[in-house]
């Protein structure tokens, strides 16, 4: 009879056991807890095994959202409309990504749909882009020191259901259309980040347009420029609009565009980051927009560079040339400032 009483005993012991190590587990993968830092816009994220929710264990992981809290994303499929960088303490943690719930903030934060993609950013080569980093820059190509190596990296899908131990990057990829405020709020390792981030689409040409009650010239020794920030996400500039006429028969047949980085004297360097041109016959005698098809350059969020317009004849003859129309009363664009060369060729 005392045997049986003791195995009953036992029983209820091994159950308890069991009980605790299931509770542990649970704690393991769900009773996780975060410390934000707002400034760094990091979380980070750690067990909570001891008393769940309450005393923090074992670091899990830091995730730093790298992108801004309110993205300007362009209308398009498969947008980049976020970036964070996950820096992985535990060799391996098993369906890292739990949620993510996206809201629209135009119709007071209402929970929608939207299909989305994680995509890690991984190096996948490099390009040479003109060394021009001098503090004695007059704005001229010349002034550039040969070449420099700049890495270039791309987005690929990835096992988002296994996150191993060190640091990635990651990408919140997601179709944008006109008209969304939409916020979006990751759960990840369990924890719920709702201090980070919102994107709002922008049509980019759309928003640059503007009226034009004036006009300058641009041809010859005189060259024109408009500095600009990329308030936007990175995306690929291939090509701009531009609202131009022409005047008799420019020299040298052709109005040239230019994409150019800003010297720290704040001219613009004519490194030809992208270029693009059109012929005489494109360009009609009365004002019109022409589109200029450029090399494909990827803009980064807040570069700071100028479109620049010009013509490579000597001299300069007012009744052969190019003119740009310009908005001289009303433009509210504040990113920037207009350049352009006096007669000749100064700036």
């Known amino acids: 009879m005392v045997e049986v009483v003791m195995d009953i005993k036992k029983?209820?012991?091994?159950?308890?056991?069991?009980?605790?190590?299931?509770?542990?587990?649970?704690?393991?993968?769900?009773?996780?807890?975060?410390e934000y830092d707002k400034e760094t816009k990091t979380a980070e994220?750690?067990?909570?095994?001891?008393?769940?929710?309450?005393?923090?264990?074992?670091?899990?992981?830091?995730?730093?959202?790298?992108t801004k809290n309110h993205m300007l994303v362009e209308v398009g499929e498969d947008r980049l409309v976020a970036e964070f960088t996950i820096d992985m303490k535990k060799d391996e943690y098993i369906n890292f990504f739990k949620d993510m719930k996206f809201y629209d903030r135009n119709v007071g934060m209402k929970e929608i749909e939207r299909e989305f993609d994680y995509k890690v950013k991984i190096k996948s080569g490099v390009d040479l882009i003109p060394n021009c980093i001098s503090d004695n820059i007059e704005g001229t190509p010349d002034d550039c020191d040969g070449m420099r190596e700049v890495d270039v990296y791309d987005y690929v899908e990835f096992n988002e259901?296994?996150?191993?131990?060190?640091?990635?990057?990651?990408?919140?990829?997601?179709?944008?259309?006109?008209?969304?405020?939409?916020?979006?709020?990751p759960e990840i390792a369990g924890i719920k980040i709702d201090e980070w981030a919102d994107f709002e689409a922008y049509d980019i040409l759309s928003n640059y347009m503007i009226n034009d009650d004036d006009q300058g010239y641009v041809g010859q020794t005189r060259w024109y420029c408009q500095q600009f920030i990329n308030n936007y996400s990175t995306h690929s500039l291939e090509g701009v609009s531009v609202k131009v006429l022409r005047v008799g028969t420019p020299a040298n047949n052709g109005l040239n565009i230019t994409l150019t980085s800003m010297a720290s004297t704040g001219k613009p360097l004519f490194d030809n980051l992208s270029v693009g041109g059109v012929a005489n016959s494109e360009v009609e005698v009365g004002a019109s927009w022409i589109n200029f098809t450029m090399t494909p350059y990827t803009l980064l969020e807040d570069a700071n560079l100028s479109i620049c317009l010009w013509n490579d004849a000597g001299g300069f003859d007012t009744g052969n040339t190019f003119l740009r129309r310009i908005d001289s009363t009303s433009s509210e664009y504040n990113s920037g400032s207009v350049l352009s060369s006096s007669d000749t060729g100064s700036t």
């Open 11 to 34: 029983l209820f012991a091994l159950m308890f056991v069991f009980l605790f190590t299931v509770s542990l587990v649970s704690a393991f993968e769900f009773d996780n807890i975060k």
């Open 161 to 185: 259901k296994k996150i191993k131990k060190g640091i990635i990057t990651v990408g919140v990829f997601t179709d944008v259309y006109e008209g969304d405020y939409i916020e979006w709020i």
């Open 45 to 66: 994220i750690y067990n909570s095994w001891i008393i769940p929710k309450l005393i923090k264990g074992d670091k899990i992981a830091d995730v730093t959202l790298n």
